[in-house]
């Protein structure tokens, strides 16, 4: 049977993949060629002139820094938390079968199907009717509702790729539920959450709407962003920081890819 695979494909449809990747990403290119504009209080195409000062200038601002670091530290422990619960949850619900695990599961995804609004709404008056004042963790408790969902989902599907038989294999041979889980279970699904931590990181990163509503008076870096486009100043820093959140975002998302994109194959079918 005659494969397709080397087959070329339509100019039509090249001219219209053409056309959709410049929409997506040519405003991208902009944020990055405005980032070197001499222009300082608006947006002028072509730039009147290129020069590298706003990486120094926004070097020197320490705004940036603490939202940098706000925001770093948040994703860092939003994902932390949840590697470690949505790894726990997706172990029963894909291991176990009992009553209402398919209504858990739902449970466990409904927060990233959910708008972002209503979420941090239900978030702010949680935290309003238990008297917790807004801070660092109400940031973190925020971002870890929909970070979980991330893990869970990469670390689900690899548990069921995973043969059973090989952890039948393993308690057989004397070993206990801990180095059955370290050994055997781990190895399979490690790059599963790697990927999965990594793409919680970035969603934590550059999470706007919740983190409005959880935030208070602090800032992380989307929501210093948006301030500073409200009331410009330097507008071209705006754009420097912007490079910044693109390639932190960029960067773990297409590793994640690479991690799992032959994920699709049953670890230990063969043996």
């Not at 090249?14 to 405005?34: S, T």
């Not at 070197?36 to 706003?54: A, D, H, M, R, Y």
């Not at 941090?120 to 969902?149: E, K, M, Q």
Request: charged fraction near 15%; glycine fraction near 6%; charge should be positive.
């Amino acid at each position: 049977m005659r494969s397709d695979r080397g087959q070329s494909a339509p100019l039509g449809l090249k001219i219209a993949a053409a056309c959709g990747l410049l929409f997506l990403h040519l405003p991208i290119l902009l944020i990055f060629v405005y980032a070197f504009t001499t222009e300082e209080k608006s947006f002028v195409w072509p730039p009147p002139g290129l020069t590298t000062q706003w990486f120094a200038v926004t070097w020197n601002r320490p705004d940036v820094w603490e939202a940098l670091s706000l925001s770093v530290r948040v994703a860092a422990i939003s994902t932390t938390i949840a590697l470690v619960l949505g790894t726990l949850c997706a172990a029963a619900v894909s291991r176990t079968k009992f009553f209402g695990r398919e209504t858990i599961s739902l449970l466990v995804i409904l927060p990233i199907a959910l708008p972002g609004i209503i979420t941090g709404i239900a978030l702010r008056s949680a935290f309003s009717l238990a008297d917790i004042p807004f801070s660092f963790w109400t940031i973190v408790l925020g971002h870890a509702t929909f970070c979980v969902v991330v893990v869970y989902n990469n670390a689900v599907a690899r548990f069921r790729r995973t043969s059973g038989s090989m952890i039948e294999a393993s308690m057989d041979l004397g070993a206990d539920g801990f180095q059955t889980f370290r050994h055997v279970v781990l190895p399979n699904i490690a790059t599963a959450l790697l990927a999965g931590g990594m793409l919680a990181f970035a969603l934590s990163f550059d999470e706007v709407i919740v983190t409005t509503f959880t935030a208070g008076q602090q800032q992380t870096v989307p929501i210093w962003m948006l301030e500073e486009l409200i009331r410009p100043r330097q507008r071209p820093v705006t754009n420097v920081v912007a490079m910044v959140v693109v390639l932190v975002t960029l960067l773990p998302i297409l590793f994640a890819y690479y991690l799992t994109r032959d994920g699709d194959q049953i670890a230990g079918s063969g043996k």
